[in-house]
């Protein structure tokens, strides 16, 4: 079969034959027919995630851990946690029974595969409790989970958007109430933070604007702020930041995990949700659909700008 096919830790996957996956006891071989390649996978190939070496233990492997495909049966299942070497960029991969489930009627294959991503945004709601009317920042609005997050943030009935990013051109283009370019030095930067009162932070950011942000709340005098409560679901500028006690002790600024509420029914009604908004073009996706062939390009572009790769095997 074709596949994508990566020859080192850090190296640069080519469109190459690949032998066929073969089930074992209890495995199923999956026709895939989408992949998004996310951040995520770019970490675990270059190892620098802290599955990489589960996840991809030896080389030549195929990268991106999940993705949708088609079942021997005919069904179309989203997959995840195919055996290595094996992986979701290629015509085939193999999972164990049960790694996969139904896909809603009415989604096609390469918007699914981003529904994951939409998902985060949710957690405005299930990990923070948006109510209508308030006031959400989304750090890092002008990539692909933070471009979701500020329509999610519509759809869910903010009273205001706030959307940061660091290129003002694309910052205004989301359509949010104001915008933050993160681009300044810290003292601008928390200058044009402190201009408003957030309810909710979705950080897919940490690193140094976010620790600039959790600066800036600090009151300025002796006085009980009303407490900001921020989403922690990414770090695309650092994955550590320096708080100071008061910036906590003064603020009473809540930070939560992403996973916050999305146990019992939470991540069936946050999916729910998605779906019925995708179902009926409330909620949109914004996907560079490539060929399996291009993948030795489509994986070192760095101009997509909030735009999905997604990986489509037809007619490979
Ligand atoms: N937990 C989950 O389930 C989940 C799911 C999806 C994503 N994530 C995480 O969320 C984060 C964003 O994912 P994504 O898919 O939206 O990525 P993306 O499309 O690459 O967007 C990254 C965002 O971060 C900004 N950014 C990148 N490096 C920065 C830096 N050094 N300083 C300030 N801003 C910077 C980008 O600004 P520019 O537009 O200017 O480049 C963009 O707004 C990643 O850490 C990802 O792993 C988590």
Redesign the pocket.
Same mark, same amino acid.
């Given at each position: 079969m074709k596949a994508a096919v990566l020859h080192e830790r850090g190296g640069v996957p080519r469109y190459e034959d690949f032998p066929d996956p073969v089930a074992g006891d209890g495995e199923v071989v999956i026709e895939v027919l989408a992949t998004a390649v996310?951040?995520?996978d770019h $970490?675990v190939a270059d190892g620098t995630h802290y599955a990489s070496d589960s996840m991809m233990p030896a080389f030549p492997a195929v990268p991106c851990f999940d993705g949708i495909g088609r079942l021997p049966d005919g069904r179309v299942v989203g997959f995840g946690n195919p055996r290595p070497p094996y992986g979701a960029l290629a015509e085939r991969t193999v999972v164990a029974e049960g790694h996969y489930g139904p896909i809603p009627d009415g989604i096609d294959p390469a918007t699914a595969t981003v529904l994951? &991503?939409a !998902? &985060?945004g949710m957690s405005m709601k299930t990990a923070a409790g948006l109510q209508p009317g308030e006031t959400v920042l989304v750090? %890092?609005? &002008? %990539?692909?989970?933070? #471009? =979701?997050a500020v329509r999610i943030a519509r759809l869910l009935g903010a009273g205001r958007v706030v959307a940061?990013? @660091?290129?003002d051109a #694309?910052l205004n283009a989301l359509g949010a109430d104001a915008v933050i370019n993160? $681009?300044v030095s810290d003292e601008e930067l928390a200058e044009a933070y402190h201009r408003e009162a957030y309810d909710v932070v979705v950080d897919? =950011?940490?690193? #140094?604007?976010t620790e600039v942000l959790l600066r800036s709340l600090i009151p300025a005098g002796f006085s009980f702020a009303k407490p900001t409560r921020l989403v922690q !679901?990414?770090?695309? /500028? %650092?994955a550590e930041l320096t708080v100071p006690a008061s910036a906590l002790r003064t603020s009473g600024v809540e930070i939560y995990g992403? /996973?916050r509420g999305l146990d019992g029914g939470g991540m069936a009604e946050a999916y729910g949700q998605v779906v019925s908004w995708t179902r009926e073009g409330a909620l949109t996706y914004d996907l560079h659909e490539a060929n399996l062939s291009d993948i030795e390009t489509d994986w070192q572009r760095t101009d997509?700008?909030? @735009? #999905?790769l997604v990986v489509t095997m037809r007619g490979q």
């Open positions: 996310e951040n995520v $970490a994951s &991503t !998902i &985060t750090q %890092g609005a &002008t %990539g692909v989970a933070g #471009r =979701l940061s990013g @660091r290129d #694309r993160t $681009a897919f =950011l940490w690193g #140094r604007p !679901i990414g770090e695309s /500028a %650092g992403a /996973a997509l700008h909030g @735009r #999905r």
